[in-house]
């Protein structure tokens, strides 16, 4: 069986009183598009901040490519949070310089075409930029490393529907097929059409885990319609 590009064992976290994950077991292929599907509170963005190596597990491992998280994962994972993070003084050209200099993956050719493609002024400063502008412009440079494994949390969120399949668009066209790219989100209705797996997560752990186009032939619904049906009668969703 072909090694997982990302995989959990037993692995658990406690925010002090609060168990973010708990005992989580979970294997991801390589070269496939995986939703990671949950309610507020599921542990969506803890396992990719897990992932992305911001946080240590309480216990349990997670590895990425077999290795331990630590600086040989860091240089092949891209990680996208749930929030811009950049410097909002800096200008556009200013964060392709920065990841210029810090990922030798990235590739600028790919960031500069994509930003025209949008119409983003890269000598614009950050904080000039609309919120929905902002995400934009921090996807183009998480989608333009060569990375074995892209971690997107919540990437289209905070933008209006219109720029909604552009973005979708850019994650499927600009990543090597043979990586696999991580897609936390709450609006499966609009990410999962191009969605290769899927993973339902609930109070830190895997209710259900599979194929997308086989769970919607087997049951007839949509990956949203399973989604309602499976956690209508939980608790907090």
């Known amino acids: 069986m072909e090694e997982a590009i990302l995989k959990t064992t037993a692995l658990f976290m406690r925010y002090h009183r609060t168990l973010a994950l ?34 240590t597990p309480t216990a349990g491992t997670i590895t990425i490519g077999g290795q331990p998280i630590g600086t040989r994962t860091k240089a092949v994972v891209s990680y996208l949070p749930d929030r811009p993070c950049f410097g909002q003084g800096l200008t556009v050209n200013q964060q392709l310089d920065l990841f210029q200099d810090f990922y030798a993956d990235f590739d600028r050719s790919r960031a500069e075409t994509m930003l025209s493609a949008l119409g983003i002024d ?68 609009d990410v999962e059409r191009v969605l290769d797996e899927f993973v339902f997560l609930y109070q830190g752990k895997v209710l259900r885990t599979g194929n997308a186009d086989e769970a919607r032939e087997e049951t007839g619904k949509s990956l949203d319609e399973l989604f309602r049906e499976v956690f209508r009668c939980l608790p907090n969703c």
Do not use: C
């Open 122 to 189: 890269p000598a614009a400063r950050f904080r000039q930029l609309s919120k929905g502008t902002q995400e934009k412009v921090q996807l183009v440079l998480v989608m333009s490393r060569r990375a074995k494994l892209y971690l997107l949390d919540e990437p289209i969120g905070g933008v209006d529907p219109a720029a909604r399949d552009y973005i979708l668009n850019t994650i499927i066209t600009n990543y090597d097929p043979s990586a696999t790219v991580l897609i936390s989100t709450h609006l499966i209705a």
């Open 22 to 55: 708990n005992d989580l077991n979970l294997a991801l292929p390589k070269g496939k598009i995986v939703g990671l599907l949950g309610p507020n509170g599921s542990g969506k963005t803890t396992l990719i901040k897990l992932a992305a190596g911001l946080l």
